[in-house]
């Protein structure tokens, strides 16, 4: 898919440092085996849109026969979507959804009333040395939609919008921008995008969404007088026109944002929710483990072992 011509990069220098509202610096977390960069929730900001956390995960290396062994675990009043660069996760939950995902691929998990699932590495990726490197977020639901049944979908990599021009390679995960939708369904207003940039080239965010954020993964970018290496991410002023530009060495970003929801959320380990009653109840459901008869119930190929309550 080619360029909107309509939508051609600015300059970088258009804006000045004050249309960057707020910088976070990820703090890392260990997560047995592997560390991920944790930028949202900070505490600078709790979300960029519906954003409400974002991992980057990695790179990792691991041995044959090793990997990622995230036991069957809960959440509630949130999406979460698993975008790779590189590896595998084996994905097993409470809908019946069985699904390996690999780079370019999306999988959009609605946890909705409460969902249980698991995140392993597959069978076929521990046959050898390999590497998991990617980005893991959660989108909160808005609150007309926290009670909704669970859902999971699966988007391959050709279903993605593809832009690419000038050496702009930028693919659609979630949402609408610059004309074109991405196929997961979403349920409040959103953009999601993975972005490689040549050396030199220029990006520019869309402009028709109110909160708008990036994250640089690889390289290093240049906006608003400032330059940000990887490990970074920025938060946009609304109204702004917003065009980055790769370093010498290019760039690989996400950009991310939308619509912002009626109100901060609460957040307690894996759950997301407007009130603190919901969360209050999501626990008293775990601890209670009524399998398929409560709130919450086990993998069916996956409930040998789950994590308890912390």
Same mark, same amino acid.
């Given at each position: ?29 260990? /997560?047995? *085996?592997?560390e991920v960069q944790r $930028? %949202? &929730?900070?505490?600078?900001?709790? =979300?960029?849109?519906? +954003? ?79 590497? /998991?490197? *990617?980005?893991?977020?959660?989108? $909160? %639901? &808005?609150?007309?939609?926290?009670? =909704?049944?669970?859902? +999971? ?24 921008a610059y004309g074109e ?130």
């Amino acid at each position: 898919m080619s360029w909107n011509p309509a939508l051609a990069p600015g300059d970088p220098d258009a804006v000045g440092p004050d249309a960057i509202e707020t910088l976070i610096i990820p703090r890392a977390r260990d /997560l047995g *085996g592997f560390e991920v960069q944790r $930028a %949202l &929730p900070s505490v600078q900001r709790q =979300m960029v849109g519906p +954003f409400i956390f974002f991992d980057h995960i990695g790179p990792a290396e691991f041995l044959t026969g090793k990997g990622i062994d995230i036991r069957p675990h809960p959440h509630i009043g949130l999406g979460t979507v698993t975008y790779l660069y590189r590896g595998d996760f084996h994905h097993r939950d409470s809908t019946g959804a069985d699904q390996v995902i690999v780079p370019g691929e999306v999988n959009w998990m609605v946890a909705g009333k409460g969902v249980t699932h698991s995140e392993r590495t597959s069978e076929e990726g521990k046959h050898g040395p390999h590497s /998991l490197y *990617g980005i893991q977020t959660w989108i $909160a %639901l &808005p609150e007309d939609r926290e009670d =909704m049944a669970p859902v +999971f979908e699966h988007h391959g990599k050709g279903a993605l919008p593809l832009f690419e021009d000038g050496g702009v390679s930028a693919r659609l995960i979630l949402g609408t921008a610059y004309g074109e939708v991405a196929p997961a369904t979403m349920f409040s207003e959103t953009f999601y995008l993975d972005v490689t940039l040549a050396p030199g080239a220029r990006f520019p965010l869309p402009d028709d969404h109110e909160d708008r954020g990036i994250y640089v993964t690889e390289g290093e970018i240049r906006v608003a007088g400032q330059r940000f290496e990887a490990g970074r991410m920025m938060v946009f002023r609304p109204g702004d026109r917003i065009t980055v530009e790769a370093g010498e060495r290019g760039a690989r970003i996400m950009a991310l944002g939308g619509a912002t929801l009626n109100g901060p959320r609460h957040i307690w380990w894996n759950f997301v929710a407007s009130s603190r009653e919901r969360i209050e109840h999501a626990k008293e459901e775990w601890r209670a483990a009524r399998w398929g008869r409560g709130l919450f119930d086990l993998p069916a190929t996956d409930h040998d072992e789950f994590i308890p309550l912390p």
